[in-house]
């Protein structure tokens, strides 16, 4: 009785206190892909990104996404949350990243996204090179805005940001 409660009390600690780990260890990462997003693209994004050998974290707000359990399966790592708000984005290492995609459904959420990242990355090291950014972005109305008002914001950290829209060139 005793010696089998004291066992299930220090198993449940254990799993908890890995989870902890993980945790501190994900915030800590560098030179990682975040995918923000696991829909069809960011899903083959990522296992392309896993295939070519990088560390990737998958920024998701639907836990149940099979897709996120795939990429899991296959060495990614997982936030669950909405990549509009600075904590979810600290969880998976935004501000250390090397490579984002922010593929998060529309337009509007993927720029809102966007200015979350900019925010974030101003704790990045000042000397480290700019991460990536890759903005899907269907609208073209919305990719010339993004453009004029970029060159405005000299507060904020540089970081390359590329658009695309999967739905063009294909």
């Not at 560390?55 to 639907?62: A, F, Q």
């Not at 399966?73 to 600290?90: F, M, P, Q």
Request: with cysteine; aromatic share 4%; glycine share 6%.
């Amino acid at each position: 009785g005793m010696v089998a409660a004291l066992g299930a009390v220090l198993n449940i600690l254990l799993v908890l206190f890995a989870q902890r780990i993980h945790q501190f260890l994900l915030r800590r990462m560098t030179h990682h892909a975040v995918i923000i997003g696991a829909g069809r693209t960011g899903t083959q994004l990522a296992t392309d990104l896993l295939a070519d050998r990088y560390r990737v974290i998958i920024i998701e707000t639907d836990e149940s996404n099979p897709a996120v359990i795939t990429l899991v399966e296959r060495g990614a790592n997982e936030v669950i949350g909405d990549a509009r708000e600075a904590e979810t984005l600290t969880a998976a290492a935004v501000q250390n990243a090397e490579i984002l995609v922010i593929v998060a459904g529309n337009d509007a959420r993927n720029l809102e996204i966007l200015i979350a990242v900019k925010e974030v990355c101003q704790q990045r090291n000042r000397h480290a090179d700019p991460p990536r950014c890759y903005l899907h972005i269907v609208d073209d109305r919305l990719e010339q805005l993004r453009e004029g008002t970029s060159r405005s914001e000299p507060a904020l950290p540089r970081i390359e940001t590329s658009i695309f829209n999967r739905f063009a060139n294909s």
